[in-house]
């Protein structure tokens, strides 16, 4: 279950970011603007006063409301290289028939040089009651008028050419300061000359007409002359691209903010990590401990592995305690490698039959650790040689291998704090436990999520330019990340403890002990003439997860006949190079062993539904089959 969790992860991220790119909902098929009045009031100050009456049909019921897109900035057609803005502002909504309430967002294309502002009219949790609404829209513009020699002019797009419901009526006005002096009008799609149906100035005023239908690419274009010097601030907003940043909807200010932050919540992060590193003795050879009595500084450890030397025998202590020295835990691995060292030493022999091992007990009093008393007797509650238990997974219901192991773990942490090796001790974790709490699949998963989302943003981006949330989110997310990415540090960091200077030097023995081990050839070992150095080294290789390897070096040493072929503590019908049991399995094995039993069953079995006593004695849940349903 918890391995899936990253998975989860993943597939939520990716659906929140396939939902972020959604498009939103058109119009309905019969949507129809029955009538589109648009009055347009030039103020002496060069503001653009608008007041938009739509009258609008829903071709369905169930409809929410309307959106009006305009135009605030696009490449200014004078000069390419610079770019023509329009001031929106003051807008304001109402309708006598239909929810009126509104929101406005910007799209933004070509780099951010075209963009669309888009009022949303209307409520989510409301519908339009019956199929007609009507809608006034006014807002404010500044920018939109022309300037020239003898005369300022409004030439403006009215309808726009993205409505997606056609308009069968549009009518327009326009008031200027001292009465409109010339007009003209064109209808159809962009770069259309043709004109409008109707257009006139009454009484200074302009009027425009258009009785057929405006769908969707063609527009209306307006022009309206106005008198020199009637109008101050007749000329084009412009104003160079958007820069990287602003494209992304970000100030100067607000990126440098955000580097600052992450680049202190890293270096934070990583100095807090760095204070609470293992203690080394100041001035000592890695692995090496002071005289007893002689006070040595301690200093927090910053060598390598690469600095600590190459050492041929590993330190006075067990193996089992070697590997939560250098892992931090206590897993199947520390109880393979005690089974095996017992069996070494003569404590117990391990039988292998039709591939099958069996754990036989010989001589409980040779287990002198702890660790190694617990575990015999978790397995051999009777204690009495020649006791068995096979090393496979158990029964149902089973639960002493697992309980010896639990016992154990116990007591190898109880021995390890005893010894001092921790100013701070390791998160502790159950035996049998394999996987731990997750932190690499749930890791994994949001790789995964991130690595998909941004492959979409790519996507995205490329097709559709960025959208305006993207710059925000960044400049918020670096720095919540890099605290994110701390605190995380900062968990696993004390999750794996702290050692101490004496725990340092004896870690740096079995670190250098395990380099002997991975790069040592057969013909570099240094060993006595009947010294089985296989089974000797082997508990190590096993918690330091180089059995495979240790195997096959020492199987060289076999097959030229200087070392025995026959371990002492293995026996079964092949020798134990030839059983196929491999030192690298014997993990595996034992895991097995070791593991949770399986649950009973509920359900199924040959028991009849009848008894002696009664005929009538079924239960529920106990025949055959079984399973479970339910709705959604």
Known sequence: ????????????????????????????????????????????????????????????SGRHGIFRDLVIREPYADDRSKDQRYDVSNIQVSSPNAPAGFSTSTTRTNKARNQVLRIKVGSSDKTVTGQDATYKISYDVRGALRHFPN???????????????????????????????????????????????????????????????????????????????????????????????????????????????????IAAGKLVVRRRRDLRYDGLPPGTVPPAGLATRTVPDRLTEKAIPVTFAPPEISAAEGGLLVDGKVDTTEVAATLV??????????????????????????????????????????QQPGGQVRLVRPAVGDTRPQDAAESMGDALWKQVAERNWYARLPHRSTVVESSGYGWVPLGCGLFLAALAGLISLIVYVIKFDAPPWLGPAVVVALPVLAVLNAV???????????????????????????????????????FEDGEDIFSKYLPWAIVLGLADRWQQVCKQLVDSGRLTAAPTWYAGT????????TAGSISTTVSSTFAEPPSPSTGGGSSSGFSSSSSSSSSSGGGGGGGGGGSW
């Open 1 to 60: 279950m918890r391995r899936t969790l990253g998975v989860v992860v993943s597939l939520l991220v990716v659906a929140i970011a396939l939902a972020g790119f959604a498009v939103p909902a058109s119009a309905a098929i019969g949507d129809r603007v029955r009538s589109m009045t648009i009055a347009y009031d030039v103020s002496a100050d060069g503001v653009l006063h608008v007041s938009e009456t739509i009258e609008y049909h829903f071709g369905d």
């Open 341 to 382: 060292d017992l069996a070494v030493r003569g404590a117990v022999r391990i039988e292998g039959e039709n591939d099958v091992r069996t754990a036989v007990l010989v001589d409980a009093r040779l287990a002198t650790a702890p660790h190694e008393k617990a575990l015999l007797r978790g397995l051999f509650p009777k």
């Open 574 to 581: 092949s020798s134990y190079y030839d059983s196929g049991w």
């Open 151 to 265: 005369h300022s002019e409004l030439y403006w797009d009215a309808t726009g050419n993205s409505w997606e419901a056609p308009l069968d009526h549009v009518a327009v006005t326009v008031t200027v300061p001292h009465g409109v002096t010339k007009v003209a009008c064109n209808e159809g799609r962009s770069g259309s000359t043709a004109s409008c149906n109707e257009k006139a100035i009454v009484g200074g005023k302009a009027t425009f007409t258009q009785e057929t239908d405006v769908v969707r690419g063609e527009e209306l274009t307006i022009v309206a002359g106005i008198k020199a010097g009637a109008v101050s601030n007749d000329t084009p907003i412009v104003a160079d691209p958007p820069g990287f940043l602003a494209r992304y909807g970000v100030s100067g200010p607000a990126a440098v903010v955000s580097v600052a932050l992450t680049l202190l919540a």
């Open 488 to 526: 995380v540090d900062l968990i696993l960091q004390r999750r794996a403890g702290r050692r101490n200077a004496l725990g340092r030097a004896v870690t740096d023995q079995v670190v250098g002990f395990r380099q002997y081990l991975s790069t040592a050839e057969a013909d570099q070992l240094r």
